[in-house]
């Protein structure tokens, strides 16, 4: 089961429907969209959790700091219940 910071994350990428993918690459969450225009940059940048958006053209990048490997855990565990 996700927790809450996991769940706002997820909405505010579009939703579980729009996460091909979610990776944790040390610190950041790397997560490949279906329609990145679907994600809310300010509002993912605006969570407490969240320390820096980098979007790219093939993925997104959220950094995290350490939590990031349990996040993309749950993130993941929360797709695949959706």
Do not use: K, Q, W
């Amino acid at each position: 089961m996700s927790g809450g910071f996991e769940n706002a994350l997820i909405a505010l990428v579009g939703g579980a429907g729009n996460i091909h993918a979610v990776e944790a690459c040390f610190t950041r969450l790397r997560f490949r969209l279906a329609r990145p225009e679907a994600a809310d940059l300010a509002g993912i940048g605006a969570l407490a959790s969240v320390l820096g958006v980098y979007p790219a053209p093939e993925r997104l990048d959220v950094l995290v700091g350490p939590s990031a490997v349990e996040s993309a855990r749950r993130i993941r565990e929360a797709v695949s219940e959706s």
